[in-house]
């Protein structure tokens, strides 16, 4: 046989082979995915680029040694401080178990809520929960679009790591958040139906932008809107929802259940402070207010998450109580007696025995505000009607008249509450007339060296009918 | 001795040009290139100037060790091996030239050929950086200056003489009251638990007080800035997981003072700088900490202050750290010119890196060493699951520690990407206990084996 004719043998051999491989390789891929031989997942990875690819495939098995010996690394760099490396770990521990949701949670979680801690400047901080964001809502949702867990903490960081209070540096998250969504979204609402449209060329660009760098789809986030809106999307409260609705949407697991507590936790959120008045600078603090136009919405979307809940419908429950006492006490407190009325209807048509029959909507703002005044020391009564008729002024600095009328009036109740039950012991434990309480404070507020800065003390003169400050 | 040296330089030169003909030098040195100048762009940093050059420096670094361990290793192997078994190296033994003048000629050319490579690859890892650094703002500039691209020394407060604490207390406890032999050891403990807690501790409200002698080095730290680089632990968790504490350097009336309140998270490192001149004028250096929190925090004794200082610029600091990395070099060079100089090429190349992995193993060792099995600790019980075993092979591993610890002592690469200094002193240690001590073990065995070996002997029949 001559060469020629040996060689041309061997490739249609080879051809053979790999023919038959690849039908083995089918038959052996339909075995693992088999649920009883309980062999790894065969499911292809989607939208992978080359290199992680080849990785899943080149490295086999020993994907998860490698793996493992990552995982020793980041927690021994972690262990001693240093994280520069940790951006990188975790691309490759992800790359490397890419069906694993569980590593794409750890590791998201380990850069925005334990990494970012460690560090004592907000802009540091931020950057590592971005970093977490960004490696849930880039990559882990691009392999894994239907995990209901992945799209639950992407939206729990937007809900709790920036849109609660709990970490120290969570004004300047959602400052920095809101800015950066000013400068795609504009200053003022987003006509989201326009940008679904995308009639003009700027409604394009920033539809781009969106789908681009967000990963948000304009077409989602008008149902949203629709749905829980109108909402402000320079804050993260609306972007926990966006996701948890995706989520709710995509994912078929019973694992619903947290994408639904997200929801309602939003919405509460949105309500308490959903609201932008100032979006400062960096020196002072973004500065926000209650929402109240969306108890509504609020309300609507507890009802129907605790339809849709089965298993902890008790929780949920609790939740809504809960959040229809904070709804009467923000609408008092904002100067809308009526609506307050009949939420607090609400709350006791709803949850029988949870307040009592004779309590009026007043005595509940106040016990919900500073608890039972009969039993309160003169100090703290004092201390909490300064700080009341503070924020009082600060509303009026802001232009939150509805709100200052709201704290004027919680502070001037606290005072009468207080007085009411010290009849017998005036001299003793009394406190001074509350006009001279209010303008002691609004004098303190008006203090060139410790007040408000001199552009909102103007506003307060201004407010309150006072002569302008004399120049020095 | 000029005609060792003669010899030795031709040996070397031979192994040089053997190299350079079998295009080794040149392969080498585009991969090493290649992966400095593709490693930035495959990176993942954590955004900030000072995270992207650390993790340049380490990976690149990192990178070049391997490739040219590897690569020495190999080379150190096949260049004495391959020789013996294709027979080239009985024209070079039938001249008068001393058997070990040929391997110690062959070390000194591999050692030249990575001091090359090394210095051209670092040349450009050290270009790079300034490269990019040169692009940067001006504030990034000076934090990579401050922190990263330079040479900073550390001072700590002196240790607390625990020992002679828990003795002395130990001895009052006795003479008070009497206790038996058989419950001396655990009142002991408790004594070192309470006396250490007494030390570490920072209640809520309390002032912690360091003191740190600068000494002569007061003169040159005048209108520096210092950096310090704390870390606690809190007794207690809370919700924010970070802890206020008013940070206080200098001292009132005195000097100048710096003070400052921050909340920081526990558990960590955590750096800051504060002004210079904060210290009197016999190089007094007084930092305190008020406890501004409502739980106890636990500065540890060992690691709780360090006060860094700039010693030296990044350039000479560089230079040292790739000193230690060929001095590495150096012992893997030997290590294989010592396996190559009884073993054939391939068993030569399989022993040098078995050898390898159980020095890059030493974690494991030192888990059993500090665990004294090798079956692993009870984790019900706390208890070492003892053997016949663990009789044998505690002891070895302890003493493979030891051996392994006088090259691994040594990170170049650690050092350099945290802004530490790399001194004089530890790169003559390096090359002390890596090259003369640890390389010099290898070179005697490797030399009295091929000196006695009949070369000739080993070759198969064509």
Redesign the interface.
């Known amino acids: 046989m001559s060469g020629r004719v040996y060689k041309g043998l061997l490739v249609l051999v080879a051809g053979g082979l790999l023919v038959a491989a690849g039908h083995v390789q089918e038959a052996l891929n339909r075995q693992r995915a088999d649920p009883q031989l309980g062999l790894t997942r065969v499911a292809p990875l989607e939208n992978a680029p080359p290199v992680l690819a080849f990785t899943t495939v080149a490295l086999g098995g020993f994907r998860g040694l490698i793996a493992n010996a990552l995982w020793l690394r980041a927690s021994d760099l972690q262990e001693?401080?240093?994280?520069?490396?940790?951006?990188?770990l975790a691309?490759w521990i992800t790359k490397l178990q890419p069906h694993f949701v569980q590593v794409w949670i750890v590791q998201a979680w380990n850069m925005a809520y334990n990494i970012s801690?460690?560090?004592?400047d907000p802009a540091?901080r931020w950057?590592?929960v971005?970093?977490g964001i960004e490696l849930l809502r880039d990559q882990a949702l691009r392999y894994n679009p239907n995990e209901a867990l992945l799209y639950r903490e992407l939206a729990w960081f937007f809900q709790h790591k920036m849109g609660y209070n709990?970490?120290?540096a969570h004004l300047f998250y959602k400052r920095a958040w809101a800015v950066e969504m000013t400068e795609v979204l504009g200053p003022y609402r987003t006509n989201l139906a326009a940008l679904v449209a995308g009639q003009t060329e700027e409604a394009r660009r920033i539809a781009n932008q969106l789908r681009q760098r967000y990963k948000l789809d304009p077409a989602v986030m008008l149902e949203v809107d629709q749905a829980y809106g109108p909402l402000e999307w320079r804050l993260p409260e609306a972007h926990a929802l966006y996701w948890a609705w995706l989520g709710l949407q995509r994912s078929t697991s019973k694992d619903k259940r947290f994408l639904r507590r997200v929801v309602y936790q939003s919405m509460k959120q949105c309500v308490e402070h959903g609201r932008i008045i100032t979006l400062g600078t960096n020196a002072v603090p973004v500065e926000f207010g209650p929402d109240v136009d969306k108890i509504e919405k609020a309300n609507l979307a507890f009802e129907q998450m605790i339809a849709e809940e089965k298993e902890t419908v008790d929780s949920f429950k609790r939740a809504h109580r809960n959040f229809l006492g904070t709804a009467v006490y923000l609408l008092w407190i904002n100067n809308r007696p009526s609506q307050a009325e009949a939420w607090f209807r609400y709350l006791k048509q709803q949850y029988p025995g949870e307040v009592p029959a004779e309590m009026t909507v007043d005595e509940f703002a106040i016990q919900t505000y500073v608890g039972d005044v009969s039993e309160m020391r003169q100090d703290r009564a004092r201390a909490i009607i300064e700080g009341l008729l503070g924020r009082y002024c600060l509303d009026l600095a802001l232009g939150e008249e509805d709100a200052a009328v709201g704290h004027h009036l919680l502070a001037r109740r606290i005072w009468e509450s207080y007085q009411a039950a010290r009849q017998r012991q005036k001299g003793r434990l009394g406190l001074a007339p509350f006009e001279t309480i209010r303008d002691n404070v609004i004098q303190r507020y008006l203090d060139p060296q410790t007040g408000l800065r001199p552009e909102l003390a103007a506003r307060l003169r201004a407010a309150l009918n006072l002569a302008p400050a004399q120049p020095r | 001795m000029r005609m060792c040296l003669q010899q030795l330089w031709a040996i070397g030169f031979l192994t040089w040009k053997a190299a350079f003909r079998f295009r080794l030098f040149w392969a080498l040195l585009i991969l090493l290139l290649v992966s400095v100048v593709a490693l930035p762009l495959l990176l993942k940093d954590d955004g900030t100037a000072r995270g992207f050059t650390q993790i340049l420096l380490t990976y690149n670094l990192s990178v070049i060790a391997t490739l040219l361990g590897l690569a020495t290793l190999w080379l150190a192997c096949g260049t004495l091996a391959r020789d013996i078994e294709d027979c080239s190296l009985q024209v070079v033994a039938v001249k008068p030239v001393p058997r070990w003048v040929i391997w110690l000629g062959k070390w000194l050319g591999l050692m030249a050929l990575n001091a090359a490579l090394l210095g051209l690859s670092g040349s450009s890892v050290y270009g790079l950086l300034h490269w990019r650094a040169r692009r940067l703002p001006p504030e990034q500039q000076t934090v990579l200056r401050n922190e990263v691209l330079v040479a900073r020394a550390a001072l700590k407060p002196p240790r607390p003489n625990l020992e002679a604490l828990v003795e002395q207390r130990f001895r009052e406890r006795l003479e008070k009251t009497p206790v038996p032999p058989s419950e001396q050891a655990e009142l002991r403990r408790q004594i070192e638990a309470l006396c250490k807690a007494g030390i570490e501790l920072a209640p809520s409200g309390y002032v912690k007080r360091w003191e740190i002698q600068l000494g002569p080095r007061r003169f040159f730290l005048r209108d520096e800035p210092l950096f310090l680089r704390v870390k606690f632990h809190a007794a207690q968790t809370n919700l924010t997981g970070t802890y206020k504490g008013l940070w206080q350097v200098g001292l009132p009336d005195q000097t100048r003072v710096w003070q400052q309140i921050k909340s920081l998270a526990a558990d960590t490192y955590h750096e800051f700088a504060v002004a210079p001149n904060l210290f009197d004028a016999d190089g007094r250096l007084v930092i305190s900490f008020v406890n501004l929190e409502d739980v106890p925090l636990l500065f540890p004794i060992e690691d709780a202050l360090e006060v860094l200082y700039r010693e030296g610029g990044f350039g000479l600091n560089f230079a040292r750290g790739l000193g230690i990395i060929w001095c590495w070099m150096g012992l893997l060079a030997a290590m294989g010119l010592a396996a190559a100089s009884f073993l054939s090429f391939p068993v030569a190349a399989f022993c040098s890196g078995s050898l390898l992995v159980v020095v890059l193993s030493s974690g494991t060792m030192a888990r059993v060493v500090e665990e004294g099995t090798v079956r692993g600790v009870d984790h019900e019980t706390g208890v070492a699951v003892g053997s016949l075993v663990d009789k044998v092979m505690v002891p070895v591993f302890r003493v493979l520690l030891k051996v392994i610890n006088l090259a691994q002592q040594f990170s170049p690469v650690d050092a350099l990407s945290t802004g530490r200094s790399i001194t004089w002193g530890e790169l003559g240690r390096a090359f002390g206990q890596v090259v003369v001590l640890l390389g010099g073990l290898c070179a005697l065995f490797g030399i009295t084996i091929f000196s006695r070996r009949e070369l000739a002997g080993v070759q198969a029949t064509p």
């Not at chain 1, 001693?80 to 990188?88: D, L, N, W």
């Not at chain 1, 801690?117 to 004592?120: E, G, I, N, P």
């Open positions: 001693q401080g240093k994280y520069f490396e940790m951006v990188q691309d801690v460690k560090f004592s540091d950057r590592w971005q970093k709990l970490d120290d």
